[in-house]
């Protein structure tokens, strides 16, 4: 029997092998794209199939493959695992004994015709047991032909490589299913928490969730990079595509490819030739000599050169949104559209089909709203709820279902930034380029709109109450409609979704304008993703310490991800083995930190949920938020500070808008003349001059006595604003320098220490 060395073609096709599904009974190695590796190669392949099952000895082969080389030649064959060289064989065909023909000598012409060869035990013996069971095998096969007659006698004239794969990997539907199950139950856990009137254990479960989905975005979104990513790093981010609306259904691609071409796209055909042509896997920056794509782009432009203009405009657009495709016939993929290959969705039907997914996700959120609605009032009727149950939402659900929506927007803006993006560059159609542009456009404006509003309720309040908390918290109408863009941070920190918003726009652009430059990509995330890191380290936006921690350790893992992804690139020209433990790196730190989020998120919402009285298991907002909110008429709270947040208030029914609510006209509330905006002074539709009204301006009774016991006053690190005391003044602008009606009641009936919810955490300390 023929050693197992004097096989040089059984070992390229055992360990040629990486994506079927191996188990225990049927393992298997493959591998479906033979790549060159060489400028001039004179072996090339625009289908390679090949399946070795170790349990039988057999290896199933089906190419076509185009041979210019003429002689006798041997095979130095390496097999490299996470980039190190494991065997390394120099065989000569001549002395194989399987009935190879035509390899000795080697014969120039085409290779058409699968075969099987029938290996010895010795084949098994020689592969370690691992290679059939660790889940995206990073494993090649590279093997140089050289001449040993001829004119070019001991040169190489031809190099080709194949990736290995024993078909386990991470790439689970699973692992989809479950992330996006713990994501929607958070959101539904904070909605039901909202609607029980729990606003501080909603707020804060919210926030949890909604960053948790936004660190899955910004894996799904390492996984876009058009950087060379090792087998397991493609696979974990593949874990996370969903939450970039990247899910395919058969049905909706079939409507999606149908609408491309009936607004004048053409539809690629990819997927649909995978039988004729093998797709190599961003190996444009690796493997690929530039040869085969250069030599293409030059062919193109003399052909279109030779064409009227108007054609050639037309030729040049299809050329740019169409897959790179090789001299030899097979085709390329990088980038989004590699992470459109392994999701076996067309890269022509990528864009509409995250845009789809984000417009089902609106529609179905607005009718859950309206049927959530429908069913309460059809519940309270028959009695099965009371009849006060989720009262604020029922009382406002047309405000409540318009913030809900703007939060849809926000949570898919990073999706639409990417996408439509994109879309720019490729232009699949005239209509879907339309689409790109009102979906982006729209929602950044949108988003933007917002944002400008709430940073004028907040200086508003700024100017009439010494702290932004007031009106943010206190107007149920601004809180429910804006609040998603608040909520989450300080009180001082209402304006920091601006700079989250660019730093998304900024992020998507350079994610999907760069697909070509992954090192300029992996520059920019490094510095895009050190500059969150710092500003969230120092700023510490977020509402409590809880918070801050949870979002900075994102952001730490996502400037991580940034310097690995870095690493991954041939700046640093490493080894082949760095890069291999960098990948597992990645991979493993991103799985530990995405299980500890999660059980984290899991084991906090359900002992919110379970709990007595939810809003207790968090600390106190230092901005006194729950003081301005309305009161839960569940809890029958009696503490001071809820007394204090009612009186300040005037509350008589839900929703009941105050003289500064924020969706009041703009001329009243602008009206210089309007008492109301002036600070400090007197209430004139009161019936006693002498009344200072307090219920709307914010100001205390200078009374030395209300003072006199500082301690009372909670000292924090952080407050809304370090201003002057609004005290000082407030007698002064009393005629006849008497105090406040409500300031002498106070001054009576509670401790000479009560100091105003607002000033509290206002940075009067």
Same mark, same amino acid.
């Given at each position: 029997? #023929?050693?197992?060395?004097?096989?040089?073609?059984?070992?390229?096709?055992?360990?040629?092998?990486?994506?079927?599904?191996?188990?225990?009974?049927?393992?298997?190695?493959?591998?479906?794209?033979?790549?060159?590796?060489?400028?001039?190669?004179?072996?090339?392949?625009?289908?390679?199939?090949?399946?070795?099952?170790?349990?039988? =000895? %057999?290896?199933?082969?089906?190419?076509?493959?185009?041979?210019?080389?003429?002689?006798? @030649?041997?095979?130095?064959?390496?097999?490299?695992?996470?980039?190190?060289?494991?065997?390394?064989? @120099?065989?000569?065909?001549?002395?194989?004994?399987?009935?190879?023909?035509?390899?000795?000598?080697?014969?120039?012409?085409?290779?058409?015709?699968?075969?099987?060869?029938?290996?010895?035990?010795?084949?098994?013996?020689?592969?370690?047991?691992?290679?059939? %069971?660790?889940?995206?095998?990073?494993?090649?096969?590279?093997?140089?032909?050289?001449?040993?007659?001829?004119?070019?006698?001991?040169?190489?004239?031809?190099?080709?490589?194949?990736?290995?794969?024993?078909?386990? %990997?991470?790439?689970?539907?699973?692992?989809?299913?479950?992330?996006?199950?713990?994501?929607?139950?958070?959101?539904?856990?904070?909605?039901?928490?909202?609607?029980?009137?729990?606003?501080?254990?909603?707020? !804060?479960?919210?926030?949890?969730?909604?960053?948790?989905?936004?660190?899955?975005?910004?894996?799904?979104? $390492?996984?876009?990079?058009? @950087? !060379?990513?090792?087998?397991? @790093?493609?696979?974990?981010?593949?874990?996370?595509?969903?939450?970039?609306?990247?899910?395919?259904?058969?049905?909706?691609?079939?409507?999606? %490819?149908?609408?491309?071409?009936?607004?004048?796209?053409?539809?690629?055909?990819?997927?649909?030739?995978? /039988?004729t042509v093998s797709v190599q896997v961003e190996k444009v920056k690796r493997a690929l000599p530039a040869e085969y794509v250069d030599g293409a782009i030059n062919l193109f432009k003399r052909a279109t050169a030779m064409l009227p203009r108007a054609a050639a405009h037309v030729g040049g657009r299809i050329a740019k949104r169409a897959n790179v495709q090789t001299s030899f016939g097979s085709y390329i993929v990088y980038g989004i559209?590699?992470?459109?290959?392994?999701?076996?969705? /067309?890269?022509?039907?990528?864009?509409?089909?995250?845009?789809?997914?984000?417009?089902?996700?609106v529609v179905f959120t607005a009718i859950l709203v309206i049927l959530f609605k429908v069913g309460l009032g059809l519940f309270a009727k028959m009695g099965w709820v009371k009849g006060d149950a989720f009262s604020d939402f029922r009382a406002g659900w047309i405000t409540v279902l318009k913030g809900i929506l703007y939060r849809v927007g926000l949570v898919g803006f990073p999706q639409v930034t990417v996408m439509c993006m994109w879309e720019f560059t490729q232009n699949d159609s005239?209509?879907?380029?339309?689409?790109?542009?009102?979906?982006?456009?729209?929602?950044?404006?949108?988003?933007?709109?917002?944002?400008?509003?709430?940073?004028?309720?907040?200086?508003?309040?700024?100017?009439? !109450?010494?702290?932004? &908390?007031?009106?943010?918290?206190?107007?149920?109408?601004?809180?429910? #409609?804006?609040?998603?863009?608040?909520?989450?941070?300080? &009180?001082?920190?209402?304006?920091?979704?601006?700079?989250?918003?660019?730093? $998304? +726009?900024?992020? =998507?652009?350079?994610? &999907?304008?760069?697909?070509?430059?992954?090192?300029?990509?992996?520059?920019?995330?490094?510095?895009?993703?050190?500059?969150?890191?710092?500003?969230?380290?120092?700023?510490?936006?977020?509402?409590? #310490?809880?918070?801050?921690?949870?979002?900075?350790?994102?952001?730490?893992?996502?400037?991580?991800?940034?310097?690995?992804?870095?690493?991954?690139?041939?700046?640093?020209?490493?080894?082949?083995?760095?890069?291999?433990?960098?990948? +597992?790196?990645?991979?493993?730190?991103?799985?530990?930190?995405?299980?500890?989020?999660?059980?984290?998120?899991?084991?906090?919402?359900?002992?919110?949920?379970?709990?007595?009285?939810?809003?207790?298991?968090?600390?106190?907002?230092?901005?006194?938020?729950?003081?301005?909110?309305?009161?839960?008429?569940?809890?029958?709270?009696?503490?001071?500070? /809820?007394?204090?947040?009612?009186?300040?208030?005037?509350?008589?029914?839900?929703?009941?808008?105050?003289?500064?609510?924020? /969706?009041?006209?703009?001329?009243?509330?602008?009206?210089?003349?309007?008492?109301?905006?002036?600070?400090?002074?007197?209430?004139?539709?009161?019936?006693?001059? !002498?009344?200072?009204?307090?219920?709307?301006?914010?100001?205390?009774?200078?009374?030395?006595?209300?003072? #006199?016991?500082?301690?009372?006053?909670?000292?924090?690190?952080?407050?809304?604003?370090?201003?002057?005391?609004?005290?000082?003044?407030?007698?002064?602008?009393?005629?006849?320098?008497?105090?406040?009606?409500?300031?002498? $009641?106070?001054?009576?009936?509670?401790?000479?220490?009560?100091?105003?919810?607002?000033?509290?955490? &206002? =940075?009067?300390?």
């Amino acid at each position: 029997m #023929k050693p197992w060395s004097s096989r040089p073609l059984a070992v390229l096709a055992s360990l040629a092998t990486l994506v079927a599904p191996s188990f225990a009974r049927d393992r298997e190695l493959h591998s479906n794209s033979l790549n060159a590796c060489q400028e001039n190669s004179g072996f090339t392949a625009s289908l390679f199939d090949v399946s070795f099952f170790p349990d039988n =000895g %057999t290896v199933n082969i089906n190419m076509l493959a185009t041979s210019s080389i003429q002689g006798y @030649v041997v095979f130095d064959i390496r097999i490299l695992a996470y980039g190190y060289q494991i065997m390394h064989e @120099v065989l000569d065909p001549c002395n194989i004994g399987i009935g190879l023909g035509g390899l000795c000598p080697m014969n120039a012409g085409k290779m058409g015709n699968p075969f099987r060869l029938e290996l010895g035990p010795e084949v098994k013996d020689r592969i370690p047991g691992i290679a059939y %069971t660790f889940p995206d095998l990073d494993a090649t096969v590279k093997v140089y032909v050289n001449m040993t007659d001829g004119e070019m006698a001991g040169e190489t004239v031809a190099c080709i490589e194949a990736n290995v794969s024993n078909g386990m %990997t991470v790439d689970l539907i699973g692992v989809k299913w479950a992330t996006w199950a713990v994501v929607f139950l958070g959101i539904m856990s904070s909605v039901l928490l909202s609607g029980l009137g729990y606003a501080n254990a909603a707020s !804060h479960v919210a926030s949890n969730t909604l960053s948790l989905y936004g660190y899955f975005q910004a894996q799904a979104m $390492i996984g876009l990079c058009g @950087v !060379h990513l090792p087998p397991a @790093v493609r696979a974990w981010t593949q874990d996370f595509v969903w939450s970039m609306g990247i899910i395919r259904v058969q049905f909706i691609q079939d409507i999606l %490819t149908w609408y491309q071409r009936a607004t004048g796209g053409t539809a690629s055909t990819v997927l649909n030739s995978l /039988e004729t042509v093998s797709v190599q896997v961003e190996k444009v920056k690796r493997a690929l000599p530039a040869e085969y794509v250069d030599g293409a782009i030059n062919l193109f432009k003399r052909a279109t050169a030779m064409l009227p203009r108007a054609a050639a405009h037309v030729g040049g657009r299809i050329a740019k949104r169409a897959n790179v495709q090789t001299s030899f016939g097979s085709y390329i993929v990088y980038g989004i559209q590699r992470v459109a290959f392994r999701g076996k969705i /067309e890269s022509t039907n990528l864009f509409m089909t995250s845009l789809t997914f984000f417009y089902i996700f609106v529609v179905f959120t607005a009718i859950l709203v309206i049927l959530f609605k429908v069913g309460l009032g059809l519940f309270a009727k028959m009695g099965w709820v009371k009849g006060d149950a989720f009262s604020d939402f029922r009382a406002g659900w047309i405000t409540v279902l318009k913030g809900i929506l703007y939060r849809v927007g926000l949570v898919g803006f990073p999706q639409v930034t990417v996408m439509c993006m994109w879309e720019f560059t490729q232009n699949d159609s005239p209509a879907e380029m339309a689409l790109a542009v009102f979906f982006f456009f729209g929602l950044l404006a949108t988003l933007l709109w917002a944002a400008w509003r709430v940073i004028r309720i907040a200086r508003r309040s700024i100017a009439l !109450h010494r702290n932004p &908390a007031y009106i943010l918290f206190s107007d149920p109408q601004a809180l429910n #409609k804006w609040g998603f863009l608040y909520v989450q941070f300080r &009180a001082s920190g209402y304006y920091f979704i601006v700079p989250i918003i660019f730093y $998304i +726009v900024i992020k =998507g652009m350079f994610i &999907a304008f760069a697909q070509a430059n992954g090192t300029l990509q992996a520059i920019a995330l490094l510095i895009i993703e050190g500059g969150a890191l710092i500003t969230a380290t120092v700023m510490r936006p977020w509402m409590d #310490k809880s918070t801050n921690t949870f979002n900075i350790s994102i952001c730490a893992m996502n400037f991580l991800n940034a310097i690995l992804l870095f690493l991954l690139t041939d700046v640093f020209d490493f080894p082949p083995l760095v890069i291999g433990v960098v990948g +597992v790196v990645l991979w493993i730190a991103n799985a530990v930190v995405c299980l500890i989020l999660l059980l984290m998120l899991i084991i906090t919402t359900s002992m919110t949920l379970f709990h007595n009285n939810p809003d207790t298991r968090y600390q106190v907002m230092n901005d006194d938020r729950t003081s301005f909110m309305k009161s839960n008429p569940q809890l029958h709270t009696q503490s001071e500070l /809820e007394a204090l947040g009612v009186t300040a208030r005037g509350e008589s029914k839900l929703y009941t808008k105050s003289p500064l609510s924020f /969706e009041d006209d703009d001329s009243e509330v602008s009206d210089p003349s309007n008492p109301l905006n002036r600070p400090g002074t007197a209430d004139s539709n009161t019936g006693n001059p !002498h009344i200072h009204s307090n219920r709307y301006s914010g100001r205390w009774s200078n009374d030395p006595s209300l003072m #006199k016991d500082e301690p009372f006053v909670r000292h924090r690190p952080s407050g809304s604003i370090q201003t002057p005391s609004p005290m000082t003044d407030s007698a002064s602008s009393l005629p006849g320098g008497q105090a406040s009606t409500h300031s002498a $009641i106070s001054d009576e009936k509670k401790p000479h220490n009560t100091a105003s919810p607002w000033q509290r955490g &206002a =940075g009067y300390e």
